[in-house]
């Protein structure tokens, strides 16, 4: 199975939208999002959702005294952070939703978006089960790629909007052949060299009703299938197999390959964002949470 989408068209990077809350993460996230912006001419969206605070008072006086509070401050961070979007294409949007995906699905509707940059808290386990995921929510509702960039991410790695080592993790599922041009497209617009991994489960993890384990032979045989072989990448693929917990193998094949981008495919949230993030499901999460450089996600 191969996608039909155009790489000469996926890199074309004219609107990146960046949410912020002002904490640390979307700090972190900031370098990333003006870096690819220099480098592919883009203009930034910065966005700031203002949520009901389930805390406030219920009377209507106190309730507006608090949103005007909040409004204000908003507005003041914005203004310093006009000062890091200095030289850039940019506008800041201060908008008010129900909830944060809200105000991210209209920006990006607004703004004909191409790419989302955001930072994480990087929570995992009961945790993140207990206060949920906002980027989370956001790559797996969204149909434009995501950039998410986790607590373990140094801000010095945004390298000038350049990758130079792109690690694509796949296990031939549609979400994963949905995300196969882009992993191609960012390789071949940087020059960088491009990993191919799968990370196949050990026998005794395997279920009884699951097809026969593939040869070694036969999976780098389709990893290789993965790449069109009208691509022209600068360097030739290289494919890895690692057997294992997915997002484990992962993370250290980034670590030991001094891997700059992780690109997966994610299966889309349908319905309850519960229901997309129950046992394998976690793989991308725990990935973007603990990864050492930022990850590129394509929902399906």
Request: proline share 6%.
């Amino acid at each position: 199975m191969t996608s039909t989408l155009k790489t000469a068209e996926l890199i074309k990077l004219k609107s990146i939208l960046y949410p912020t809350d002002f904490s640390e993460p979307s700090e972190l996230a900031l370098p990333f999002a003006t870096a690819l912006a220099r480098r592919y001419g883009a203009t930034v969206y910065a966005l700031n959702v203002i949520t009901p605070n389930p805390f406030a008072s219920s009377t209507p006086e106190c309730a507006g005294m608090a949103l005007d509070a909040e409004r204000e401050l908003a507005f003041a961070s914005m203004t310093q952070l006009e000062s890091e979007l200095a030289g850039l294409h940019h506008e800041t949007i201060v908008e008010r939703a129900l909830n944060v995906w809200d105000g991210v699905n209209q920006a990006i509707q607004d703004c004909s978006v191409d790419l989302i940059v955001l930072g994480t808290h990087g929570r995992t386990g009961a945790q993140r089960l207990l206060l949920g995921s906002v980027a989370e929510e956001v790559f797996r509702r969204c149909d434009r790629p995501v950039l998410t960039v986790g607590p373990n991410v140094r801000t010095s790695s945004h390298n000038g909007g350049r990758f130079h080592r792109i690690l694509f993790a796949t296990d031939y599922s549609p979400a994963s052949v949905a995300a196969a041009p882009y992993a191609v497209s960012f390789a071949e617009n940087n020059e960088a060299r491009l990993l191919l991994l799968h990370v196949a489960k050990m026998a005794e993890t395997r279920k009884p009703e699951e097809k026969r384990e593939q040869s070694v032979a036969e999976l780098i045989h389709r990893l290789y299938d993965t790449v069109s072989p009208h691509a022209e990448l600068s360097i030739p693929p290289e494919v890895a197999i690692a057997y294992g917990q997915p997002a484990e193998r992962i993370i250290e094949t980034a670590r030991e390959r001094s891997v700059d981008l992780i690109v997966l495919g994610v299966r889309s949230a349908r319905g309850h964002l519960g229901a997309a993030t129950h046992l394998e499901r976690a793989t991308a999460h725990d990935i973007v949470a603990h990864a050492p450089c930022p990850v590129l996600t394509v929902r399906e």
